[in-house]
């Protein structure tokens, strides 16, 4: 029978909850809104895929190996407000009730760090992947026995991906995604990739050539604008390539049997929960949890 482990991107979640609620406090007057949208997302993954394991990544740095390589890399992006970033305390505080084992490594961001986890976790017999995160760039990593579970807008429902997924959402397949992403740049992260390359061009160079090296393998054989753009900017899109890949191979510290996840942890933070003020969570956690058999009454027989 096939095992589940939950490879949670904690940043990704986090920052949706956040900006996906309005600002709520506790009685006490502790923002607590990205708080509960975490939580909030994690139980519906639980209810959903039932796991047997459970990880959860944190970016620990603003600078990565990217930003060595590329001093611009996710330069256009906003700070966040330290309202976010105070509510990280109390996250990582209740994955530590529920042991749910914590797994980051500096230089290198979540994304890698889940990347290296789901490559240790196909070498276990049995057991499939759902990378938990609103990132596309992890559809890269979606093959038979790894997957990615993204909330839906809203956070009340869960979608998964696999390769026909993908395929539906994107137009290419889950193999493809890098290159795809190296034509057409990635705004969010400042990744330039081919300037006037758009999704739907992408998606036809590599629905007829498959990857980025056959796309230049047969540069010639594309005329107009489409060859122009390619060739002048072939440094950039091999460069945008790069910086896209994720890293399967950061240097973490992982036992399949130290991340085992139970559900009947989650009593231990109702208190906490409780002190939170997150009245519908307990409800949510009291209906999931198994309710244990009453012990039979022992008669004496004098």
């Known amino acids: 029978m096939k095992q589940t482990i939950i490879l949670v991107d904690a940043n990704s979640l986090i920052h949706r909850a956040f900006h996906?609620?309005?600002?709520f406090r506790t009685p006490q007057g502790e923002l607590v809104n990205a708080v509960y949208g975490f939580y909030s997302i994690l139980l519906n993954i639980i209810t959903r895929l039932h796991p047997d394991y459970a990880v959860v990544s944190f970016d620990v740095s603003k600078k990565t190996f990217r930003h060595e390589v590329f001093e611009e890399y996710k330069a256009h992006r906003v700070k966040a407000p330290d309202e976010l970033y105070e509510q990280f305390d109390r996250i990582r505080e209740i994955l530590a009730l529920l042991h749910i084992p914590v797994c980051e490594k500096e230089?290198?961001?979540?994304?890698?760090?889940?990347?290296?986890?789901?490559?240790?976790?196909?070498?276990?017999?049995?057991?499939e992947a759902f990378i938990v995160t609103s990132d596309k760039d992890s559809f890269q990593l979606i093959n038979e026995r790894t997957f990615v579970a993204s909330p839906k807008r809203g956070g009340s429902d869960i979608m998964i991906y696999n390769d026909?997924?993908?395929?539906?959402?994107l137009g290419i397949t889950p193999s493809q995604v890098i290159d795809y992403k190296a034509l057409t740049g990635d705004p969010s992260d400042n990744i330039p990739g081919v300037p006037g390359i758009g999704k739907k061009t992408a998606q036809k160079l590599?629905?007829?050539?498959?990857?980025?090296d056959g796309i230049y393998d047969h540069l010639d054989d594309i005329t107009?604008?489409?060859?122009n753009k390619l060739a002048e900017n072939k440094k950039e899109a091999y460069f945008s390539q790069k910086l896209i890949t994720l890293v399967h191979d950061v240097p973490i510290d992982f036992t399949l049997?130290?991340?085992?996840?139970?559900?009947?942890?989650?009593?231990?933070?109702?208190?906490l929960f409780d002190e939170l003020a997150f009245r519908s969570l307990i409800q949510r956690v009291n209906t999931m949890i198994p309710?244990?058999?009453p012990e039979p009454e022992q008669t004496s027989l004098f």
């Open 20 to 23: 996906a609620l309005p600002p």
């Open 107 to 127: 230089g290198y961001e979540a994304d890698d760090v889940l990347a290296t986890l789901a490559t240790l976790v196909e070498k276990e017999r049995d057991v």
């Open 164 to 169: 026909e997924e993908v395929m539906k959402k």
């Open 206 to 212: 590599l629905s007829r050539y498959k990857t980025l």
């Open 224 to 227: 107009g604008s489409i060859h």
């Open 257 to 271: 049997d130290a991340s085992r996840f139970c559900v009947q942890d989650f009593e231990k933070v109702l208190p």
């Open 291 to 293: 309710k244990k058999e």
